[in-house]
């Protein structure tokens, strides 16, 4: 489709959306301030850059083999790169403390310094994107028992205190290099596969070991801090230490971020409600998007009626300005750019469905009583030519419309991922 169709179709598109009262330039504009958060780990089937071995444990799993991976960190932001300009607006990058950019000599987590990751500040500084974290609590020797900061035994829990902190200082570093918060996300696999005796002993040793993580203080202009909990895993079916209450309840506490995984609740369950139960005690929280199918199973995210749901949370909430949005999934069957392109997209896709949406108008008939209205209004908004608005927004940003991007990915293949062996 060339240009001048797809500006005559936005045209139209937007009388009729004018028609339900919304201000189509404005959720445009608004749109293109939102940034999401890329996952590094997509791009290597999360195994890391440390050295022979990659993932194990944890409750991690990424399944197929397709070919080009990347096998070092200059491949790795060199894909990055290429997912950057097939998405419309400017997004981040989000790093695992075990993709250091170490020039290949082996330096343990605990260790682990700022000058380990200057390489990839330095080429943020270049794309003039920001950045968040991760510790890794897994993938290591001191986690093959499938515990950490809730280990027994003491030099263990010293060992993953000592690289969570090691974490929130290149975290900040990070922050205050970029000019923009680094949200460094603290998530542990501690767990047991089957029903526990002591649940109260793992989670008094978890908090301990929290506190001494973040004993610290750093400016929150440099570093935002979060933790993550998780229904179950791989190895930790029966108990998690670090569950949605405990760190709901230590995030409140302790004034954190709270981090909200689409995948690491029950299948039935959606966290778009929590959005706004969360957010009436904290301040901002952090979302990792994901598509569980029947378990955590870190799917690609997709536009679904889920999906759709939480981005109409964000919008209805007024919450865009707190919330922080960061994908969560590994796929190695199909085309790992494609993978990353399909969930970026399908995530600012859904976001602009939610900005077109007359919220204000709904609402008013909400606090009328006028339940009727509001039903069918949602009903007819269904069916308005969003297409055009989403193909018009591409082009304007200067990214491929349509599955155009498709055509760009399999000619990166071609030139790039085919040569790797």
Not at 58 to 87: C, M, Q, S
Not at 346 to 359: K, S
């Amino acid at each position: 489709m060339n240009s001048s169709a797809i500006e005559s179709a936005y045209a139209l598109a937007k009388d009729r959306y004018t028609e339900f009262g919304v201000d189509v330039e404005q959720a445009l504009r608004r749109l293109a301030s939102v940034a999401v958060s890329l996952h590094c780990w997509q791009g290597d089937d999360v195994g890391g850059f440390e050295g022979p071995g990659g993932l194990s444990g944890g409750g991690i799993l990424a399944t197929g083999n397709y070919p080009g991976k990347a096998r070092n960190v200059d491949e790795l932001r060199r894909d990055v790169e290429k997912v950057l300009e097939l998405l419309p607006g400017r997004h981040r990058l989000n790093l695992h403390a075990m993709y250091p950019d170490a020039g290949g000599a082996a330096v343990e987590r605990d260790q682990i310094e700022p000058a380990h990751f200057q390489g990839w500040i330095d080429w943020a500084k270049d794309l003039e994107i920001g950045m968040d974290f991760n510790p890794t609590f897994f993938s290591h020797p001191k986690a093959a028992d499938g515990f950490t900061l809730a280990h027994r035994d003491e030099s263990i829990r010293k060992f993953w205190i000592d690289h969570g902190a090691a974490c929130r200082r290149i975290g900040a570093e990070m922050g205050r290099q970029l000019g923009t918060p680094c949200v460094t996300n603290l998530w542990i696999p501690d767990g047991m596969k089957d029903s526990p005796i002591d649940r109260r002993g793992p989670r008094q040793r978890l908090r301990e070991s929290l506190d001494a993580v973040f004993a610290e203080s750093i400016d929150p202009a440099h570093n935002l801090d979060s933790v993550e909990s998780k229904l179950f895993g791989i190895g930790s079916e029966s108990y998690v230490v670090g569950s949605h209450e405990f760190y709901l309840a230590y995030a409140v506490a302790n004034k954190k971020l709270l981090c909200l995984d689409s995948g690491h609740f029950h299948p039935t369950e959606s966290i778009a409600d929590k959005i706004p139960a969360v957010l009436s005690f904290l301040d901002e929280i952090l979302l990792h998007v994901s598509r569980g199918i029947r378990w955590d199973s870190d799917h690609v995210v997709t536009a679904t009626d889920d999906l759709r749901a939480i981005a109409e949370e964000l919008v209805r909430g007024d919450y865009l300005g707190r919330v922080h949005i960061g994908l969560d999934f590994f796929d190695a069957s199909i085309n790992r750019i494609a993978a990353w392109t399909i969930g970026a997209r399908a995530m600012i896709r859904q976001l602009l469905v939610a900005l077109l949406e007359p919220t204000a108008r709904l609402r008013q008939f909400e606090a009328d009583g006028d339940y009727t209205s509001r039903l069918a209004v949602l009903e007819e908004l269904k069916t308005l030519p969003f297409g055009a608005m989403w193909d018009y927004y591409c082009l304007k940003h200067d990214v491929p419309v349509g599955t155009a991007w498709m055509m760009e990915t399999r000619q990166y293949e071609k030139d790039v991922l085919s040569r790797r062996s």
